[in-house]
């Protein structure tokens, strides 16, 4: 079958049999691709704690975009921004490296959110990226991209949602946006008139948006990022509406037809998922190494400084003091995988980040908790202590005085480490008879 379609195709070629575009109006179409992607939050990698939650980061995505434009060398790559977190001291080197990475993808444009100014303007030229911000009045920004790939041009723009600003309530910072939608919607009309391929970026969901601009002059819209999956996209009016995912578990891909004003006759979605049988692209592997020397370093050096301040006794024991009075829970602890938390992390080479460290082992960052595999070797993995809090006193008073979580439900217990990003499957009537003691 193919081989009498393609036979046909190169006889028509042969015969110089007129092409679409001379063929007739209804024929001039024209196809195009757009893969986008929205919140990041600051999500480097996918922590692998489960298969179902084991999705994206950047090598993943950096690779499954070479491979789209293998196949689709014209793809237009967008992004809705929101890319860092703010939320740990150690965020900004990974926002550093986010930046490092993105923009060895070559995007084609980024929305900026308020979240990527999180560590000021200038940090955003740790590494060249096509920021765009339709009201911001600052420098450096443009307000509008114009990217061609074939024969598209695309038109971008980006919303920063004036109320959301976090220098509202600075004195005189309401000049650095600009509440007016009406310059944003002008250059939108003007981009459309032209025959561009207009994308309006926001963090709106559709029905805001909806109110504070004219969709008419707007083919594609971009709405608020769902949490990780990406939500259906639809048509309202001429303009196709999608809502990426967050945390980069995913990327987005719409393929369109185009006709001569530039508005989408037709179009196709599809969610693209990051799951780990895509490979890391090789091209990102020093920085990747670089990220992680880098995380080691900061590592070593909070050991050091904890070492120092280091005093008295520990409030936390360690299981074998437990064991003395408790043999059945120890015994049966043993054979649970709580037992072995920190050789996973070992195994896939992360047992020096503090972003893993948290939750396979005992107390970290807490006073007299877990500091590294040499100096406190007796609070690797998850213990009695991770759940029953420190037990020291406990232990002293031969079981008199309660553990300090006694009083604790057991779902409380479990959710200090089985959330939602880490445990997406957990479910308390189901996990806990397999640790039962
Ligand atoms: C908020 C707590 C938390 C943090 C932080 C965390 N983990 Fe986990 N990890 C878990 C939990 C809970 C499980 C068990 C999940 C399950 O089976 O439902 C787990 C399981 C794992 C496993 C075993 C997976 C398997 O297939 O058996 C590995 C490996 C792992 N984590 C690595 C990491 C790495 C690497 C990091 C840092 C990037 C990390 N974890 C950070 C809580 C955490
Ligand atoms: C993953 C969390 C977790 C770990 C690890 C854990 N426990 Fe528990 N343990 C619990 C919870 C939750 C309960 C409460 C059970 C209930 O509500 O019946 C419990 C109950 C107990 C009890 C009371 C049992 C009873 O029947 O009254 C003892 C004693 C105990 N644990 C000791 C230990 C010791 C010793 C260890 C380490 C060798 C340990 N636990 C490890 C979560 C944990
Ligand atoms: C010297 C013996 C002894 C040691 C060591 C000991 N316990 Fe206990 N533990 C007891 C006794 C006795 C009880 C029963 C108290 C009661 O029922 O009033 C108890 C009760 C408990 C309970 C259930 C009641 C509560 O307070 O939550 C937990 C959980 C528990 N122990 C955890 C631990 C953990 C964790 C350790 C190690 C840090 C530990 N125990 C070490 C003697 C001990
Ligand atoms: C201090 C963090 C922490 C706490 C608290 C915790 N867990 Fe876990 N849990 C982990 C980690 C980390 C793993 C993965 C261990 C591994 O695979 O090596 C895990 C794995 C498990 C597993 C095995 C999952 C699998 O797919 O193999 C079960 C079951 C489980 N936990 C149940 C519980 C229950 C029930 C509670 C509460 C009573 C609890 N956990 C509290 C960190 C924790």
Request: proline content about 4%.
């Given at each position: 079958m193919y081989k009498i379609v393609l036979s046909i195709v190169a006889i028509l070629l042969i015969t110089g049999f007129a092409s679409p575009r001379e063929a007739g109006a209804e024929n001039t179409a024209i196809s195009t691709r757009v893969v986008y992607s929205g919140n990041l939050d600051g999500e480097l990698e996918p922590c692998g704690c489960s298969e179902a939650g084991d999705l994206g980061g950047i090598l993943r995505r950096a690779s499954k975009i070479a491979e789209l434009r293998k196949e689709w060398p014209q793809l237009f790559l967008i992004s809705s921004g929101g890319l860092l977190a703010n939320a740990s001291p150690r965020d900004r080197l990974k926002s550093e490296y986010i930046l490092k990475g993105l923009s060895a993808m070559r995007y084609d444009a980024v929305g900026l959110q308020w979240r990527d100014l999180s560590y000021g303007t200038a940090f955003l030229d740790v590494a060249p990226l096509p920021w765009t911000a339709s009201n911001w009045n600052g420098d450096g920004v443009p307000r509008q991209r114009d990217i061609r790939h074939g024969e598209v041009e695309m038109a971008f723009f980006a919303w920063l949602t004036p109320e959301d600003s976090p220098f509202r309530k600075m004195k005189g910072s309401h000049q650095m946006v600009i509440d007016d939608p009406k310059p944003l919607q002008r250059a939108l009309t003007e981009a459309d008139r032209k025959g561009k391929l207009t994308v309006l970026s926001t963090t709106l969901p559709l029905e805001q948006a909806k109110a504070l601009f004219?969709?008419?002059?707007?083919?594609i819209l971009i709405t608020k990022s769902a949490y990780e999956e990406y939500g259906k996209p639809r048509q309202e009016g001429k303009t196709v509406v999608l809502q990426p995912g967050s945390r980069g578990m995913r990327l987005g891909m719409l393929d369109l037809e185009i006709d001569e004003r530039g508005d989408i006759g037709s179009w196709k979605h599809r969610v693209i998922p990051l799951p780990n049988s895509v490979p890391d692209a090789p091209f990102l592997k020093e920085w990747y190494e670089e990220y992680n020397a880098k995380v080691k370093a900061a590592y070593l050096a909070s050991v050091e400084e904890k070492k120092r301040r280091q005093s008295g006794q520990s409030p936390y024991t360690g299981a074998d003091a437990c064991r003395d009075c408790h043999q059945a829970a120890y015994d049966k602890w043993l054979e649970t995988p709580h037992s072995r938390a920190f050789a996973r992390l070992e195994e896939v080479g992360k047992s020096f980040d503090p972003d893993c460290i948290a939750c396979h082992t005992?107390?970290?960052?807490?006073?007299?908790?877990?500091?590294d595999s040499r100096l406190t070797?007796?609070?690797?993995?998850?213990?009695c202590e991770s759940c029953h809090g420190p037990g020291r006193k406990h232990m002293e008073a031969k079981g008199k005085e309660p553990t300090p979580h006694a009083h604790w439900p057991r779902e409380k217990i479990c959710r200090q480490c089985h959330t939602q990003p880490h445990s997406p499957q957990f479910d308390l009537n189901s996990y806990w008879p397999r640790i039962a003691h």
């Open positions: 004219d969709l008419k002059a707007v083919d005992v107390g970290f960052e807490r006073p007299g908790g877990y500091i070797m007796h609070l690797m993995d998850v213990q």
